[in-house]
């Protein structure tokens, strides 16, 4: 029997970190992630807080979590990030 990939071993590569995937929606509804022109962008970077069982102590923003997108084409366009 093959063993189902863990998010703590196998996706994270810090304790409460992951690169790519989706943004989680825990706050409010979900709604598009766009750049100013209009295009989606991508989900880059997710940071959570007091991950359970992790022995790091990031808090962010008293206990959310940061969400970094990016524009999927050029480096040129701003970043933007979601609190959740």
Do not use: N
Not at 44 to 63: F, N, T, Y
């Amino acid at each position: 029997m093959i063993p189902k990939p863990s998010y703590s071993y196998d996706v994270a590569h810090r304790s409460g970190m992951k690169l790519g995937g989706y943004q989680p929606w825990g706050l409010t509804d979900p709604f598009p992630i766009e750049c100013e022109c209009g295009t989606p962008m991508e989900h880059l970077l997710q940071i959570d807080s007091l991950e359970p069982g992790g022995l790091d102590r990031l808090v962010i923003s008293r206990g959310y979590s940061l969400g970094l997108h990016h524009y999927p084409t050029s480096p040129d366009h701003p970043h933007h990030t979601v609190m959740q």
